[in-house]
C-alpha cells in the first residue's frame, strides 16, 4: 500500500466532468513530494444519445514537487466548440505504484471546468474525494429546481458491481419527491431533479445506496440575484452539529446565503456566529429552532450587523442535535483591477459575474 503523507492521497475520485458541447474540463494534479508520481487516470463516460458506457485509461509522469494540468477534452477528442455533442464524464485518478521506487508518496487533484450552457458562461472547480471519503449516504442542504436553478445529481460507482440508488427530496418538514436509479459497476449515472417538478424551488436532499458510491450536485443559475454562473457540492457524508466557513463576504456586489437543512426526524436548536475580520469580540449570533425535514436560507447580508460594517465574515454553525447540514452560497458581481507590474505598465479593469457554492467543514485541520 502507499502510504499518504497529509492531505493527499493515492486515489481520487470525481463523480461529475462534462467535454464538448460548450465544455472544457481539466484535471490538476499536484504532487508535493521530493519524488516523482506515475499518475492512471481511468474515465467513465457517455457520449450522448448513446446507450452504452465507456472508457478510457491515460497514463501521466507528475514530476516532483510540482504541478500538472491535464485537458480532458484532449483525451477524450472532444472540442468545447462542437456544441453538437459532448460526453458526461467521471473520472478515477490514482498513483501507479508499479514497478516505482521510491514510492510516490500521494496527490492531490482537483477538476476545474469551463463552459456554455444554457446562455450560461462560467466555470467550476471541485476537490476530488478519497477512497476512505466514499459512502453509501450522502447529504445536501440545497438542491436548486423550478426558478432557482437547474441542477443534477452526479453519481459514480466505482465498485466491481451494480448499486441501486434512491434520493429523497425535503422541504418544509415533507418528502416532497424520490426517485431511484441503478449504477452498473464502473460507471456514471445521472439523477435531473429539475423534470419532477417540485412544488419548492429550494429543496434539500438525502442520496442512498447500497454500495460505497460518490454524488455531486453541479447546479446552473440564471439572473439569480442579477447573477448568471454555476457551481459544484460534493455531499456531506454525515449530519453534524459543528460546520464551518472561512470564507464570506457581504460587501458591494456579494449575496451570501448559508443553507442550513434539519435532516433529521426532530426539531434542531441552531446557533449561526458570524465572526468578522477584525477578529477579538467582533461577532454576531443568531438562535433557530428548525424543524424537522425543513431547509432554512439565511442572508448572511441582511444578518451582518458588525457595528465597524465588516464585510468579510467567517461563519459557524452548531446544532446540540447534531442533525443538520450546511452550504455556503455566494452569487457575485465583482469589480477587480489589475494594477501594473515588472511585466506591464498598463492597469486594466474587468468585471465577472460568479456563483460558489461550498459545503462546511465538519471539523478543523491543521494541513490543507
Not at 439523477?191 to 436532499?205: E, G, S, T
Request: aromatic share 10%.
Amino acid at each position: 500500500a502507499i502510504a499518504s503523507a497529509g492531505p493527499t492521497a493515492s486515489t481520487w475520485y470525481f463523480a461529475e466532468g462534462r467535454v464538448g458541447g460548450g465544455f472544457k474540463q481539466f484535471l490538476t494534479i499536484a504532487n508535493p513530494g521530493i519524488t516523482a508520481c506515475s499518475v492512471d487516470i481511468n474515465y467513465l463516460y457517455r457520449v450522448d444519445g448513446s446507450t452504452s458506457d465507456s472508457s478510457k485509461t491515460v497514463s501521466v509522469s507528475v514530476p516532483a514537487v510540482s504541478r500538472f494540468t491535464e485537458s480532458v477534452n484532449a483525451d477524450l477528442h472532444f472540442s468545447e466548440l462542437d456544441m453538437t455533442t459532448g460526453a458526461n464524464v467521471a473520472a478515477i485518478v490514482s498513483v501507479n505504484s508499479g514497478g516505482t521506487a521510491p514510492l510516490c508518496e500521494g496527490i492531490v487533484v482537483e477538476r476545474p471546468m469551463y463552459f456554455y450552457f444554457h446562455s450560461i458562461q462560467s466555470g467550476t472547480d471541485t476537490l476530488g474525494t478519497t477512497r476512505e471519503q466514499l459512502n453509501d449516504h450522502y447529504y445536501f442542504a440545497d438542491i436548486p429546481t423550478g426558478t432557482s436553478g437547474e441542477s443534477f445529481l452526479s453519481i459514480l460507482n466505482p465498485q466491481s458491481t451494480t448499486a441501486n440508488v434512491t434520493v429523497k427530496y425535503y422541504a418544509n418538514g415533507n418528502e416532497v419527491a424520490h426517485e431511484t436509479l441503478a449504477v452498473v459497476a464502473l460507471s456514471r449515472g445521472t439523477f435531473q431533479p429539475n423534470n419532477l417538478n417540485m412544488p419548492d424551488a429550494d429543496v434539500a436532499a438525502v442520496v442512498s445506496a447500497d454500495k460505497k458510491i460518490l454524488v455531486e450536485r453541479p447546479s446552473y443559475f440564471k439572473d439569480r440575484y442579477h447573477v448568471n454562473g454555476a457551481a459544484s457540492v460534493t455531499g456531506a457524508t454525515a449530519l453534524g452539529g459543528d460546520w464551518f466557513f472561512a470564507e464570506g463576504s457581504t460587501g458591494v456586489g456579494f449575496q451570501e446565503n448559508l443553507l442550513i437543512a434539519n435532516l433529521s426526524s426532530t426539531p434542531q436548536p441552531v446557533l449561526i456566529s458570524l465572526q468578522s475580520a477584525t477578529g477579538g469580540s467582533a461577532f454576531t449570533f443568531a438562535a433557530i429552532n428548525l424543524p424537522a425535514k425543513t431547509q432554512l436560507i439565511w442572508n448572511v447580508n441582511s444578518n451582518n450587523d458588525f457595528t465597524n460594517h465588516t464585510d468579510d465574515v467567517s461563519a459557524k454553525v452548531t446544532s446540540g442535535g447534531g442533525g443538520i447540514v450546511v452550504q455556503r452560497q455566494m452569487f457575485v458581481t465583482y469589480h477587480g483591477q489589475n494594477g501594473a507590474n515588472s511585466s506591464s505598465t498598463i492597469q486594466t479593469s474587468w468585471n465577472a459575474l460568479g456563483v460558489t457554492d461550498t459545503m462546511g467543514s465538519p471539523s478543523t485541520h491543521n494541513a490543507y
